[in-house]
């Protein structure tokens, strides 16, 4: 089963961009790069996902590296409401999502 | 359009009673899964169902956990004669599709105490 690596925690400033990284080296050709984030006391919420191309949307960038081993989840400006559980997931389990540990995000004020 | 609801928020039972969880999908949305978060831990697969069927049941224990996603209603995931090892937290999640692109959509989640 393809695997993600992703640090345990990470800590950012306030309004300050974050680039949080994931490790894929397994990935197969048409597995998705899924990001999800867990806020405290809630359900996952979905963030971004791509396959080969840099994806934007109104939450976050996702830039993925050429031979697709690496990803990098971008928040342009870090704020407090921002501080969750980073998944990293591959698709291509059939439907099922198989969540890691995942980067905890501290940001500070 | 409403996101995915789940109820109760909150549920407490003794040992040995049984725990009914419910899970409405977003409007339109015909694919359900169920996930478990035990304390301290990360979300887990159980189980996956379209209308009235059972797609994958492979992260589901085998015994005392069922699954349902009816016609019509919401789709349950009961736990009989529940045990203090099932106090975690419930996740239901809905896409409109399958397919690996497909994102899923998580309600708020069911925490369930066992005493």
């Known amino acids: 089963d393809a695997k993600t690596t992703q640090p345990n925690s990470m800590e950012s400033n306030e309004e300050e961009p974050v680039h949080l990284p994931c490790n894929h080296s397994?990935?197969?050709?048409?597995?998705?790069i899924h990001w999800y984030r867990q806020l405290p006391s809630q359900g996952p919420e979905y963030v971004i996902h791509?396959?080969?191309s840099n994806v934007n949307n109104r939450m976050a960038s996702l830039a993925i590296a050429e031979d697709r081993k690496s990803s990098t989840l971008i928040l342009h400006r870090a704020t407090l409401r921002d501080a969750a559980v980073y998944y990293c997931i591959l698709s291509g389990y059939g439907n099922k999502l198989v969540f890691g540990a995942g980067t905890i995000l501290r940001v500070k004020s | 359009n409403a996101g995915v609801m789940q109820n109760p928020r909150h549920l407490v039972r003794r040992r040995g009673q049984e725990a009914r969880l419910r899970c409405s999908p977003m409007?339109?949305?015909?694919?359900v899964y169920w996930y478990r978060q035990l304390p301290e831990e990360g979300l887990k697969f159980m189980v996956y169902l379209q209308k009235e069927n059972i797609i994958d049941e492979s992260g589901m224990p085998k015994e005392r956990f069922s699954a349902e996603f009816p016609k019509e209603g919401p789709s349950i995931l009961r736990i009989q004669q529940v045990v203090r090892g099932d106090s975690a937290a419930y996740f239901c999640?809905?896409?409109?599709?399958?397919?690996?692109?497909?994102?899923?959509?998580f309600g708020p989640g069911t925490r369930l105490l066992v005493l």
């Open positions: 791509g396959l080969t």
């Open positions: 397994t990935i197969s050709g048409t597995d998705y």
């Open positions: 409007k339109g949305h015909s694919h």
């Open positions: 999640a809905s896409s409109p599709r399958i397919g690996t692109q497909e994102t899923q959509y």
